[in-house]
């Protein structure tokens, strides 16, 4: 079983910065797949951003080149560093960890780009 926390989301204006973390409990991660989902309203959750046990990663064509996932193994801790934000990326923002058939998920970060 794993607990998943994310914390990080805020108000930004288009073109600034987040960085959004996620804080595991009750299970090393070290062998598990992490990944970052998005959720606007009224839209289905989004898979954005993936890395994989052996430190692999995987992005959305959405978020290519703007966003950058990294896992802190030591920490137990999974990161996205968010940047040149623009308003459509205004969602909430969950993780999860991955293993086998089981999937643990957080309860979700918001994160809102306007001016």
């Known amino acids: 079983q794993v607990q998943l926390v994310e914390s990080g989301g805020d108000w930004v204006q288009p073109g600034g910065s987040l960085r959004l973390s996620c804080a595991a409990s009750?299970?090393?991660?070290?062998?598990?797949?992490m990944a970052w989902y998005s959720q606007a309203p009224g839209k289905q959750r989004e898979l954005i951003a993936t890395?994989?046990?052996?430190?692999?990663?995987n992005y959305a064509d959405s978020v290519q080149g703007r966003f950058t996932i990294s896992r802190d193994n030591a920490e137990n801790t999974v990161y996205l560093q968010m940047d040149s934000l623009k308003p459509g990326d205004t969602a909430v923002y969950y993780c999860?960890?991955?293993?086998?058939?089981?999937?643990?998920w957080g309860q979700g970060t918001q994160v809102t780009v306007s001016s």
């Open positions: 999860s960890a991955r293993k086998y058939f089981n999937t643990y």
């Open positions: 009750g299970s090393a991660i070290d062998t598990y797949v």
């Open positions: 890395v994989y046990v052996g430190g692999d990663t």
